[in-house]
């Protein structure tokens, strides 16, 4: 929602407020009742980004539906934004970015070596049908890369150069702060990645990526669903 004007962006949005902050008699009777963010109009929680076009449409006779779509997305981010800053502090081993580098680089010859005949038991059971997208991508994941992990990070340990036990537990100390904040598991999954990111801007995502689903597989991320 910015433009680029030579070197300098310019706002393509406007501040909303999600809650009228002077609601005429149309709106009072439309949200009564309805769950309100922040304690006054001008809290942040009670403000939201938007387009200029959609700014004015959603203050034109607002309607419930549209209240109730935009409150949704706003406690989306809130949420979000708590779970990031949850786990922001935690660190990780250089080692883990030593592996990441490697994953970017592996050849198709030396993962055929580690192929895992791997039927996803432990992934099944973590997620439940409605995050089949992100299933299949962990599935997909730890497939083909697992087995490379596995020996890299063993090799570490062997080399008394990682100490396994305690990236588990960083790892499983930052999935545990992010779940605290939400229960959506694309989202947790996507913070996760965000994260190992941030402590080497210069990975890829998808390395990331493959990285946390190796985590899931062996562990330390989401749970096992209770029957």
């Not at 769950?35 to 034109?60: M, P, Q, S, V, W």
């Not at 990780?92 to 192929?115: G, P, R």
């Amino acid at each position: 929602m910015l433009i680029k004007k030579g070197l300098r962006y310019s706002k393509k949005y406007q501040i909303a407020h999600i809650y009228p902050n002077s609601p005429d008699e149309h709106q009072k009777k439309e949200l009564d009742g309805l769950e309100r963010l922040g304690t006054t109009c001008e809290d942040f929680e009670n403000k939201i980004a938007l387009c200029r076009d959609c700014h004015g449409l959603f203050d034109d006779y607002t309607t419930k539906e549209e209240y109730l779509k935009i409150l949704k997305i706003k406690k989306q981010l809130l949420e979000e934004s708590k779970a990031r800053e949850s786990i922001a502090s935690e660190e990780i081993e250089n080692e883990l970015i030593a592996i990441i580098e490697k994953l970017s680089f592996v050849s198709d010859v030396e993962l055929k070596t580690f192929e895992l005949k791997y039927k996803g038991v432990k992934v099944v059971n973590k997620l439940e049908v409605n995050y089949s997208l992100l299933r299949r991508k962990i599935e997909s994941y730890v497939c083909t890369y697992y087995g490379f992990i596995k020996e890299t990070m063993r090799n570490l340990v062997d080399e008394n150069k990682l100490n396994f036990d305690l990236l588990a537990l960083k790892i499983r100390t930052a999935y545990m702060k992010a779940s605290i904040s939400s229960n959506d598991k694309v989202i947790i999954f996507n913070l996760l990645v965000d994260w190992v990111m941030s402590k080497n801007p210069l990975s890829s995502r998808e390395a990331c990526e493959i990285l946390i689903s190796f985590f899931v597989q062996d562990c330390e991320v989401f749970d096992e669903i209770s029957e």
